[in-house]
Every structure is written in structure tokens, then in C-alpha cells.
């Protein structure tokens, strides 16, 4: 006989979780003794001070990376990655159309065109075929955004780079300790780009770090940073007439790394509970026809900062909003999809309005001309974001809620799956 179905919290059952998620604080007596050392050394100017530089170091060593910088934001960390490599007006830089608009911002600074390519349905990273079919003579770059903590497959991408010549740079602000064969993401590339904003695994408020293997290009990340100021101690006001180039004041402060510094202490322990959620939810979830778990590459170990599941529409008989509506009915942290759109669909870059009155870098001399960002660029980025379901990671998060989170779309898989005539 067949098991009676739970009937849905939408319908008037009762819901599946009932209990709030684990929460905590993130910032304790270890941000605050850091802090005080700080305001007592009557210097929280970041150029110079002591806990910038034991901010870098600390982090250099965690990830095991020759150099590392500090910025001011996960934003600054890309164009500064891009502005020390040497982007120029008109070049052109291959990006994932799902990602935060930060990973866009430094391209546009640098009066660059941002291509984008499309995406590995299952990882939601970039996939290379669709790179390498991207890159033309005004290629330069790509930045690989490790989307929700979740390595891309650098193997191939990197082998396209050598190729073509391209410089790497990697986007790791939601990809702390996540790891490609045995090597921390933002290791593999030219430059790797982590963020502190509030929202990230670790956070100082806001700020960011640049990390490099590349001695020549760690003086030119460390100086694109400050003006271009001069970086030789006791000479930083010597010579300004002879600045090379153009370059922003992307600096942080001893306060930020204060705090930054007793974030990355705790680094290891948050990564390791976020790769233990994830894990549990693609475990649970597994086995579940029309819907298609979070995916990690061959070789690669995520640290979650969210978690994505894809539903197959035609075999649950659901749209991917009522799913989503229905989940969070029974509790659940549960979202639709990432972005509303991809990045190429929004306004500032399909109207190509980056500067009021003007359609630059579009119309820029230096610009391949033609370029537009229609609709159906990336039919795989499209996709992913009208069939996603977001779940929460949290370091908070219990067994309990973990456990409860899986059996509620378990719940809502099954009710659906029922009504095709598919049992679970």
C-alpha cells in the first residue's frame, strides 16, 4: 500500500520547519582586542600600518600565495587586478553573465567591453568551448567568477588562456577555501580578487584583497591601489609628476584589517561547516527526478555560500516560482534563482549607458564595433536563473536545520512528482 503523502503547508498541513535557522554573531572579543591595538597606535592610515600588513600576510599564508595586497572592496580587487595588468580602452574581457555587477565594474573602469560567455549547466561556472568561441583579436582578459563558493573548471580554462595568451584573473569574492585540484581558487590564475563585504564568509564590513604568484605584477596591483603613487618608503610624495597612469585610491584601513585579521583566523572552521551543508544538501537531494542538484567540477571542493538546485519543469509538472513558493511555505529558506536576469540584460549595459550622454566604451575608437547584448546570448545562463532554486548556507545553520531543509523539498518534490503519476 502506498505511503499517505504529507499534505503541503500551502494547502494547511502543518510545515516542515517550524524551528528558526541557527543564527549567531560573527564578530566577537577577538575583533575588538585587534581593534583596540589599532585605535591605540594613533596611526589607522592602511599605507604603512602594521595591521594591513599582517592582514596580507595572514591571508598570504592561509592560501598559500606569493603576494598579497589589501583594497577596498571586492569590486576595487577586480579593477585593480585589471588596471595592473594593463587593460586598455577597446580590449576585451571574457566574464560569466551571472555574477554580481562588481565583476563587470573594473572592465567598464578600464573603458574595456565585457563579453560574456556561457555557463556549465550544472556548476554554473564557465564553460571554456563557450569561452574560447568568445575570444576574438581584441581579447585580453577573462575574470572567472567562482559562483557561490563553487570552483570552475580552471583545467579548461586555463589551457584556453595559454592558448590565446589571455590574461586569468579570478573573481573569489563568494569563494573562500574552495579548492581546484589540491590548489585554493585565486592561486591558479594571474590574480586572485576576495571580498570583506558584509555579506561574504568573512567580513570587515567592506574591503578586499589582491593575491599574485607574479613578482613584477605585485608592485603594479600594490601601486594601481594608491594612485600610483610611489610605494618605496619615504618617497611616496617624491616624483608625482612622473605617475605612469591613471589609477584610483582603492586603500584600506588598520581598522578594516583589524577586523579582517580575526575574520581569517576564523576562516578554516566557517569553510568547513559551509562545505558540510552543501554537501548534506546534495546528498539529500539526490535521486529526485526533475531536479538536478548543485554540481562541484572533477577536482574541485566548494566552500558554499549558497546553494542552487535546478528543477525540470516538464517532469514535476511545476513552474520553477510555484516550487519556490510552495518550499518556502514550509519553512525553508528558499529563493528563486540568483540575479533576475544575466548581467548582459540589465539597462546600463543593454542601452549602453555607462556614462550619461555618451555610448562609450561602445563607441570608442578603440572598440570593436557591432557589439550588443541581446537576448539569448547565453541560453545556459538563461536558463539557470528561470529554473534555479536558491537555498541559504549559513555556519549557524544546525544538523537540524539542514536535515529539515532536505526533507522539506523532499516534501514538495514528492506532492508534485504524485500528481505525474511518479513516485518517490
Not at 273 to 300: F, M
Amino acid at each position: 500500500m502506498p505511503r499517505k503523502m504529507r499534505k503541503l503547508a500551502v494547502e494547511g498541513g502543518p510545515k516542515t520547519k517550524t524551528r528558526p535557522y541557527g543564527t549567531g554573531r560573527r564578530y566577537g572579543p577577538e575583533e575588538l582586542k585587534l581593534v583596540a591595538e589599532a585605535l591605540e597606535s594613533d596611526w589607522l592610515f592602511g599605507l604603512h600600518g602594521e595591521k594591513v600588513r599582517q592582514m596580507c600576510e595572514t591571508f598570504r599564508k592561509l592560501i598559500r600565495a606569493k603576494h598579497c595586497a589589501a583594497v577596498s572592496s571586492g569590486t576595487a580587487a577586480v579593477h585593480v587586478a585589471l588596471g595592473a595588468l594593463g587593460i586598455r580602452p577597446g580590449d576585451e574581457v571574457i566574464t560569466s553573465p551571472v555574477t554580481d555587477f562588481g565583476s563587470i565594474t573594473g572592465i567598464l573602469y578600464q573603458n574595456a567591453i565585457p563579453i560574456f560567455a556561457d555557463l556549465d549547466p550544472h556548476t554554473y561556472n564557465l564553460d571554456a568551448k563557450s569561452v574560447e568561441a568568445a575570444v576574438t583579436r581584441k581579447t585580453r582578459a577573462i575574470v572567472v567568477v567562482h559562483l557561490a563558493g563553487n570552483p570552475a573548471d580552471m583545467n579548461a580554462l586555463m589551457k584556453v588562456a595559454r592558448t590565446h595568451r589571455l590574461a586569468v584573473v579570478e573573481d573569489c569574492a563568494q569563494a573562500y577555501l574552495a579548492s581546484y585540484r589540491g590548489r585554493f581558487v585565486g592561486t591558479i590564475g594571474d590574480v586572485g580578487c576576495f571580498s570583506l563585504n558584509n555579506t561574504k564568509q568573512i567580513s570587515s564590513g567592506d574591503g578586499g584583497m589582491v593575491v599574485t604568484g607574479d613578482d613584477k605584477l605585485a608592485g603594479r596591483l600594490v601601486g594601481f591601489a594608491d594612485k600610483f603613487y610611489s610605494q618605496v618608503e619615504g618617497h611616496r610624495l617624491a616624483g608625482l609628476v612622473e605617475i605612469p597612469q591613471l589609477a584610483p585610491n582603492y586603500r584600506m584601513t588598520e581598522l578594516q584589517a583589524a577586523v579582517a585579521i580575526a575574520q581569517i583566523r576564523k576562516l578554516k572552521r566557517i569553510c568547513r561547516r559551509d562545505h558540510e551543508i552543501g554537501s548534506a544538501y546534495t546528498k539529500g537531494l539526490a535521486g529526485i527526478p526533475g531536479l538536478h542538484p548543485h554540481e562541484v567540477v572533477a577536482g574541485g571542493r566548494s566552500t558554499w555560500w549558497f546553494y542552487m538546485f535546478r528543477i525540470d519543469e516538464d517532469v514535476l509538472g511545476v513552474s520553477r516560482d510555484e516550487f519556490q513558493q510552495t518550499l518556502a511555505a514550509e519553512g525553508v529558506l528558499a529563493y528563486r534563482g540568483y540575479i533576475p536576469e544575466p548581467v548582459y540584460r540589465w539597462r546600463i549595459l543593454r542601452d549602453r549607458t555607462i556614462y550619461p550622454g555618451s555610448k562609450c566604451p561602445y563607441d570608442c575608437k578603440h572598440a570593436r564595433k557591432g557589439i550588443r547584448y541581446r537576448k539569448g546570448l547565453c541560453p545556459e545562463a538563461e536558463r539557470i536563473l528561470a529554473t534555479g532554486v536558491r537555498l541559504a548556507v549559513s555556519p549557524f545553520f544546525t544538523a537540524t536545520d539542514v536535515r529539515e531543509t532536505v526533507k522539506a523539498v523532499r516534501k514538495v518534490a514528492a506532492h508534485y512528482l504524485a500528481k505525474q503519476g511518479i513516485a518517490l
